[in-house]
Every structure is written in structure tokens, then in C-alpha cells.
DNA sequence: TTGAAAGCGATACCAT
DNA sequence: ATGGTATCGCTTTCAA
């Protein structure tokens, strides 16, 4: 059945007040019987400046009563700068971990008095997307992930003043700060996991959902280096997050002859696990399972899943650094390694 | 173990280009040798005048070179209006279905040429965080959630030129558009199922998680009015997000002596019933379980999990309704009913 | 203690 | 076909 939105009658509403136009400073000013100048001292409580507490009352009350907004562009139009943080909103679908992370980062760039925008980039691309966010004259741009960004984009970016352009993601970028997330690392941790439990033959799933493929790779090539040089042979698994596509990998899963398997990450690996179970394959004995993101959900499974704790660096230490590097905008770029990952061993591996 | 930032040493930047101050319109009139008007005719196509292909392409060629991007702030401001629309950043963790309808939503605004921005409002509360909004000038304004917006926001917004206030919530807010989203229809629907099945003595999971109450209350409610003159019992059962507090649950299970219950969600559910199971209690003999949601995981439980899908509008809808607002700000607000529930039952119930 | 005025960057009207 | 210029809202220096 489609689906419809359904529009609810209204009762009239009560004579809402008449749309005047915007109220500016000036407006303010002449209600408060004072110069906009003396407005702007009074709003922004300048230090410079002694305004008598007489038309500091006056100067609030009009403004209240006028309900009165300051406009941001004309201000950081005539300062010359704004305190904008922005981030392009991730394009791939984000899990609790970098939700929190996010929301976390936000407080803290907060605190230090910046403002947080995510800007809704989806469908624009490469350093068209650069000179949309350029526009904006941020004093500093955060990009999550791969490939929006080149050094192009950066230069553009530099070149409209953002005082720090730090990328988070598997690659660093000429010019940028780059907050190294290395999932090979997440790979490599599991791949050593499940070949000191003695597994030797190793499936690992590559999702067939677009926009993931700069995690699944990495980690898969993480497995590999695990296991280079080893007697362990590495088998690519690709799969969709469908339980069909989950049942076809089940069925051809004996002639696959793997011993364990890395899964991408934990709903993945609930998926595998399932399907494999439905057909007859017993984890741990058959076949070793890990995920990966340490979710609730794979401590409830049965045999409980063993995963790969990644954790992200703190929304305080980025803020931090953020905070750096626009107060001092000539320094070198940093480059760090910020993802840390660490066996949760359980029961299916 | 804590975790730390670990610095990667960094070759030393190939002399990147002396930052130089920004580029504006001005720097390109003169390098191109022609005025700031006709700057502005060329690069924003203006038809109402003609430019000659030389000037044309000095002028972009200046442009290019120069690497001039336009003043966001500096264009709205003359144009005494901007296409930003502003959506505060949701503070709870939101789940897949809603970060779809965000990023649908996005692209369906950014296909009628708006610009969609989130703002980080982590720790602003109310009509403080609405005059936050407002300095930005947007020209249409999203609110998710609950709470963060009173009437008086509303004003505040209207006031300050947004054309459109639109809500996403349970409640609607005088003043603006209310996309009505009832969460007691989900209880509703989950508590008419279990009543069908024949359950009676119903059980109610209420999230201790901050954040939640506002959807986890209208949930419980719905489930109340679905069961009301009847012979049925709803009892509220309080729970965290976590295995031990769900194994507090199930320890009393058979003293509370429910035959039914609806977790909440999905999530909840799973945990729930992981716990009901491990602590002997069968599901759905004993116990009939329903979850909402409607996610993957819930497919690959056993027995398979019975669901309230929930239908969230399409962004394109949304896109709509926003552009017609933008367009008519003199409408009456339009307040739709958006949330479609209907169950999805499987084995669990 | 307060006011007048310049100027931030881009646009569009009115001349030429 | 182009250029001069007033203007958007706000901050801040300089004068009074």
C-alpha cells in the first residue's frame, strides 16, 4: 500500500502578527534613541567602551522588544572571518560509534566558541564540492572519508582563508591535516587473531553496498598483510546485506573450504552467521567468525561474536587540534594515527 | 589501555604557495581590466545583459587564475536573502531509516537549488538555540525532534525572514508546519497485533536512555489506548541498554506474569529476548515479542522477529512542501500526518 | 559617553 | 557593451 501524507484540517490560526520586514541594529537604534554604534558596543558588551547603564537598559529593552537578531553574514562580512566550523555530511551510512563521535566532536568545537555546521553535500563532487564549502568562507573544514577531497580542494579552500582544512580518513592529503583512520589496521587485527586460533584458510567479506568500499578494502588488504608470508590463504567474499545474498554464500560455503572468516563488521557478520548456522555449519568448530565495531548486538548472538574493537580518537583531542592549527595556521600539517583496534575475543572464533 | 594520538613525522611541505589574502570580485575586474559590474554579469550569466565573448573569457580566465571563489555571506547580504536551509543536527543517535530520510531529504532540497546545512546544537537549549538559527538568516528552517522549539522560537525565526518553519515531531508547534510524527500509532499497532494473537496481559519496554522519552512515551501510550476497555493489562517495563539490566528484566519474569510484550524497538527487542530465552522463558509461547523498525537484524533472530515497519514521508515530499512554504510564506501552516506503522509479523509473536 | 562615517564583498540600477 | 555607484547590516576608528 503507497504510502500518503495526509494533511490535517487547521483550525484558523490567531491572527499571527503582521510579517514586518527584519529588524536591523539601526532599528534598534533608533528606538532606543541612541546610534548604531552604541548599539553595537552595548549587544557585544565592548570592553573598549563605557556606555552609561541607563542606555545600556534602553539599548536591551528595544532590542527585545524588537526582537531583535544580530545577522551573522554582515558581521563575519565585516570582520573578515567567521568562527564556522564545516563538515561535509557523510555520504555512507554511519554507524552509533561515528554518530557519537560526531556529536561529540560538535560539544567540544562548541566550547571552544566555534560553530559546528554539517553542509548536505550529496550529489556534489571532487573540488566542485571545494568551492561550495569555499563559499561559505569557513574558518576551518572537516572532511570524513575518502575521495571528496583532493589537493585542489584544499588549495580552493586555503585560498578563500580556511585557516585549517584536516581530513579524517585512509588517506592523507597534500596540505591538508590528516587524521589517519587505517582500516588495514582493523584488518590485520583480525586477520592475526584468527591465525594464532590456529585458522588457516580465511574468508573475508567485501560488502557490495557502494560507498563502503574504502573501509572493505583496506581491511581485507589488512588481513592479507596479516597473513603474508604464512602458509594462510585469503579468499575474498563478496556479499550484499540481504539475507539472500547471505544464504548464497551459506550454500556454496563447503566447496569454499574456509576454516574462518573476517565479516567486515559485526551486522555483517550476523548476517553470515546466520545464514551459516541455517546451513548446517557450526561456528566456532567449522568455521571461526569475526566482526568488526564491537556493537551490543554481537554479545548477544549465540555463540557470542568475536569482534574488533576500533576506537575512534576523542572529539576533545580533534577539537584541540582544529583549535591549533586556526590559531596557527602556518604550521606544518599534522599527520596522525587515530583509529586504534583490539581483538574482543568471544565464543565464535 | 588508553588510547592516544600518535604523531606520524611529516616530510616537509614542498613550499606550498604563499598564502596570499582572498581573492574578491574586485581582484578579478582588475586583472581582467574591465569593472566590478561586469564581473559580476559574467560570472553569474546575467541575461539581462549582454557581455562581448573577449570580455567573457578575460574575465573568467581572471577568475580562474586568481582560484576567485564568491562571498557567501557578502552575496546574501546584498541580495537581502539567502536558500540555506538550516536543520539543527538531532541530538539523540538516530538509526538507519532516519539518516536516509535526512540524506534524501538533503538531495531533494539540493535538486530545487537549496542549500541544506546541519547545525551542531549540542548543548543549546530552546529559544537560545532558535536565536542561533536566526543569525544565520536562513530561509527555511527543520527542526527534528522534540523540545528544541517553542512558539516562541518560531517568532524569533519568522521574524529574523525564514519563509518556512517546519517541525518533525510528535507535537506541532503554533506558527509553523508540523510534520506529525505519532509514535503512539507504532504502539498502537503493536498493541491491536498482540491483543489479536490473544495476548492480554501486555508488557511495555520503556528505554532509561536519555533522549528517548519522547518517542519511547507516545509508544507506551499508543499501546495504552490500543488495549483501552479492555480486558488487557499494559505494564511499563523500564530498561537500559544493556545485557545485565536485561537480565534484571527476565530474572522476574515469571513473577510479572506477562504473556506479551513490545520492546520499544528492535534493538531493545533483541536484547530482550536474548535474555528471556537464556533465562528459560520460550518466545512466543510464553511470550510473544514484538519489536519496531522493522531492521535487517530482526529478520535473522530466532524465532524471527515481529516488527513494526515504520514509514517515514519521502524527502521528496518534504523538499515539496518546504518550496511551497519558501514560495507562499503566507499560507496557513500545514500540518500532515507522516508516520505510517503497520505491522510485519513473523514468528515472535 | 556617544555619534559620524568608512568599509567588508557582491549586485543591480542608471548612465554613458 | 561597459562603468560608476548606492546598498545590504554590522563593527570600529576617530572626533567630539
Known sequence: MPYVMVQIPKTPAPSSPAPRSVPTSADVARLAGVSRATVSYVLNNASAVRISEPTRRRVHEAAKELGYVPHAAARSLRAGHSRMVLMPAPSFPVGPLYSQFISELQW????????????????????????AWAELRPVAVLVPGPGSLGPQGVTV?????????????????????????????????????????????????????????SFSLPRLDGVRRALHGSDATVTELPLA??????????????????????????????????????????????????????????????????TVHIELPSGRDLAELVDRAVRNPGAAPETHKVLGATVVHRESS
Open 108 to 131: 567540544a568545537l562548541g566550547r571552544l566558541d566555534y560553530t559546528v555546521v554539517q553542509y548536505g553535500s550529496v550529489g556534489v563532487h571532487g573540488d566542485e564540492a571545494a568551492r
Open 241 to 306: 546485506y540481504e539475507e539472500e545474498s547471505a544464504a548464497r554464500l551459506a550454500a556454496r560455503w563447503r566447496e569454499l573450504d574456509l576454516d574462518a572468516v573476517f565479516a567486515y563488521n559485526d551486522e555483517y557478520a550476523m548476517l553470515l552467521m546466520r545464514a551459516l548456522q541455517d546451513g548446517g555449519v557450526r561456528v566456532p568448530e567449522d568455521t571461526a567468525v569475526i566482526g568488526a565495531d564491537d556493537l551490543m548486538l554481537g554479545r548477544l548472538l549465540r555463540p557470542r561474536l568475536s
Open 157 to 213: 579552500l586555503k585560498r578563500s582563508g580556511a585557516r585549517a582544512v584536516v581530513t579524517l580518513g585512509p588517506h592523507s592529503v597534500e596540505g591538508a591535516h590528516a587524521l589517519l583512520m587505517d582500516h588495514g589496521a582493523v584488518g590485520h587485527c583480525a586477520g592475526s587473531h584468527l591465525f594464532d586460533r590456529g585458522r588457516r584458510r580465511i574468508g573475508v567479506v567485501v560488502p557490495e553496498e557502494e560507498g563502503l568500499e
